[in-house]
C-alpha cells in the first residue's frame, strides 16, 4: 500500500529538549516537504527537498533541521524546542508537479 | 511569489444543496492546482487536480472543481451536499520556482453541511 508514515503520532516534550520526527515514503517520490498547521494558518510548509542530499527552506524554516541521506526517509530535526513550535506537524510526498501524499500528522506540544 | 486565497474560513450548506468553496490563485506560467480533504485527526487527501484539458475536473466523492484562467479561479463544487462532506478543504497550486515545481497551500475552508 502507497503510504507516507511518520512517527510519533504524539508527542509531548520540555523545552531544549532536541527531538526527531521521523517520516518515510514507499512511493519513490523524488520531492517530500514538512508543514506545520495552527488554526486560522492553515498549512505552512517548513521545509522541503527535491531529491537526495538537496534540501530547501520552506515559508517557516526557523528552529528546524532536515536531512535527507536516502530517498524515502525525511526526518525533522527541532535542536531545541519550544513552546511556539507545538502544532500539528504533517510530512508529504510527491512526485514533480503532481498530488501530494500526507502523513497522519504529528501532534507536538512543547511545555 | 505564488500564493493562493480562499476568501471564506467558513461554508455552511444544507444537506442536498450544492455546495461551491471558492479558491483563488497566483502563479508564473501555467499552474498545477489542486484539492485536498482533511477529516478530523486525519492527514490530508488528495480530492482532484488541473494540469491542463477540460476545464471541468472531476474527482472523489462526487466532487469536481472548475478552472478559469481569466478569473485565476479553480472553484470546488459538488451538486448534492452530505453531511459525511463535513470536513476542512484545501487548495493548492503548484508553480515553477527556481526550476522546481513547489507546492503552496491556502489557508483551508471549513465546510459544514447540516442535516
Known amino acids: 500500500e502507497a503510504q507516507v508514515t511518520q512517527n510519533p503520532r504524539y508527542l509531548i516534550t520540555v523545552t531544549g529538549k532536541k527531538l526527531t520526527v521521523t517520516c518515510s515514503q514507499n512511493?519513490?517520490?523524488?520531492?517530500m516537504s514538512w508543514y506545520r498547521q495552527d488554526p486560522g494558518l492553515g498549512l505552512r510548509q517548513i521545509y522541503y527537498?527535491?531529491?537526495?542530499?538537496?534540501?530547501d527552506k520552506g515559508d517557516v524554516p526557523e528552529g528546524y533541521k532536515v536531512s535527507r541521506k536516502e530517498k524515502r526517509n525525511f526526518p525533522l530535526i527541532l535542536e531545541s524546542p519550544s513552546p511556539n513550535q507545538t502544532s500539528l506537524y504533517f510530512c508529504?510526498?510527491?512526485?514533480?508537479?503532481?498530488?501530494?501524499?500526507f502523513g497522519q500528522g504529528t501532534r507536538l506540544t512543547v511545555v | 511569489a505564488q500564493s493562493v486565497a480562499q476568501p471564506e474560513d467558513q461554508v455552511k450548506v444544507a444537506e442536498g444543496n450544492p455546495l461551491t468553496v471558492k479558491c483563488t490563485y497566483s502563479?508564473?506560467?501555467?499552474?498545477?492546482l489542486f484539492w485536498y480533504v482533511q477529516y478530523p485527526n486525519r492527514g490530508l487527501q488528495f480530492l482532484l487536480k488541473y494540469i491542463t484539458g477540460d476545464n471541468l475536473v472531476k474527482g472523489s466523492y462526487g466532487f469536481e472543481a472548475e478552472f478559469n484562467k481569466s478569473q485565476t479561479s479553480f472553484h470546488l463544487k459538488k451538486p448534492s451536499a452530505l453531511v459525511s462532506d463535513s470536513a476542512l478543504y484545501f487548495c493548492?497550486?503548484?508553480?515553477?520556482?527556481?526550476?522546481?515545481?513547489?507546492?503552496?497551500f491556502g489557508r483551508g475552508t471549513s465546510l459544514i453541511v447540516h442535516p
Open positions: 493548492a497550486v503548484r508553480g515553477l520556482i527556481g526550476g522546481s515545481y513547489i507546492p503552496t
Open positions: 508529504a510526498s510527491s512526485r514533480q508537479g503532481s498530488e501530494a501524499f
Open positions: 527537498s527535491m531529491n537526495v542530499e538537496v534540501t
Open positions: 502563479v508564473s506560467g501555467n499552474p498545477y
Open positions: 512511493m519513490n517520490h523524488e520531492y
